[in-house]
């Protein structure tokens, strides 16, 4: 089993910036292909980044593309999502997840075998 904690989500103005961090336990994750997805109220969870076990490939959504930065550590068992130019949209619950299958990050919800509980994050305009 795997355990993913998210922190770093907190209220921010627009234009901030902030790190999420997702811990993860139980088992070493440098195999599992990792994502970032986001919910907001009344909405669907949708994917935000995703980044392959070696790193060296990532996904974003054309949404947050250009403004956040997925990446991992896997020494420290660690996935990290860098949000830049927030904007009030980007308002939501975001969650990590890993994926044990397959070493490609993937779009979808359903891929993903392990999740967290999430971090708020709010954007103020």
């Known amino acids: 089993q795997v355990q993913l904690v998210e922190s770093g989500g907190r209220l921010v103005q627009t234009g901030g910036s902030l790190r999420l961090s997702c811990a993860a336990s139980?088992?070493?994750?440098?195999?599992?292909?990792m994502g970032w997805f986001r919910q907001a109220p009344g909405k669907e969870r949708e994917f935000v980044a995703g980044i392959d076990w070696s790193g060296v490939n990532t996904y974003y959504a054309d949404s947050v593309k250009g403004r956040f930065i997925i990446s991992r550590d896997n020494a420290k068992n660690t996935a990290y999502l860098q949000m830049n130019s927030l904007k009030p949209e980007d308002t939501a619950v975001y969650y990590c997840a890993a994926r044990m299958i397959g070493s490609t990050a993937s779009y979808h919800t359903w891929d993903y075998d392990y999740w967290g509980q999430g971090t708020q994050v709010t954007v103020s305009s």
């Open positions: 139980g088992r070493a994750v440098s195999s599992y292909a």
